[in-house]
């Protein structure tokens, strides 16, 4: 192999190390996060469906914080990454806390808490306004959707 020939192969490697680096890292940024974000909307529906399970069968205390999780979470997750899909189920979370707030005798509390969904779902659902009913409806019947999906 001649001397051009070797610096040719060299520069060439130099070039596409630097091309691969470049591109590389930016690919593998963007899949870590990609699976963050997966992980956070996982570990936020699990807390969900706890939350669903703790407002069906346990006491009001339990519920609350339960929920008050899941509500972090998917804040966490629209932190990572906004999304009206979260917007949607943050609004449903805070109407489940509305309805434990209401069980437990605290009117305060569950105002505050379906105040807190309707901007959720305004944010969500540019254009329409939902009643309270209508938020605590939806609700029940995606748990009730749930169950039924349970195996």
Not at 14 to 36: C, E, P, T, W, Y
């Amino acid at each position: 192999m001649t001397r051009g020939m070797k610096i040719s192969v060299v520069a060439a490697s130099l070039i596409g190390l630097m091309m691969g680096a470049a591109f590389g890292v930016k690919q593998g940024i963007q899949s870590a996060r990609s699976l963050d974000e997966g992980e956070l909307l996982f570990i936020s529906h699990a807390a969900a469906d706890f939350a669903a399970e703790q407002f069906k069968y346990a006491d009001v205390a339990h519920a609350r914080e339960a929920t008050l999780l899941q509500i972090k979470l998917l804040q966490l997750v629209g932190r990572a990454g906004p999304d009206q899909s979260d917007e949607k189920e943050l609004g449903l979370a805070y109407v489940r806390l509305a309805m434990i707030e209401k069980s437990g005798d605290q009117r305060e509390a569950e105002r505050a808490a379906l105040d807190m969904a309707r901007e959720y779902f305004r944010r969500s659902l540019p254009g329409k306004e939902l009643t309270d009913d209508q938020m605590r409806n939806v609700l029940v019947q995606m748990d009730e959707a749930m169950e039924r999906a349970r195996p």
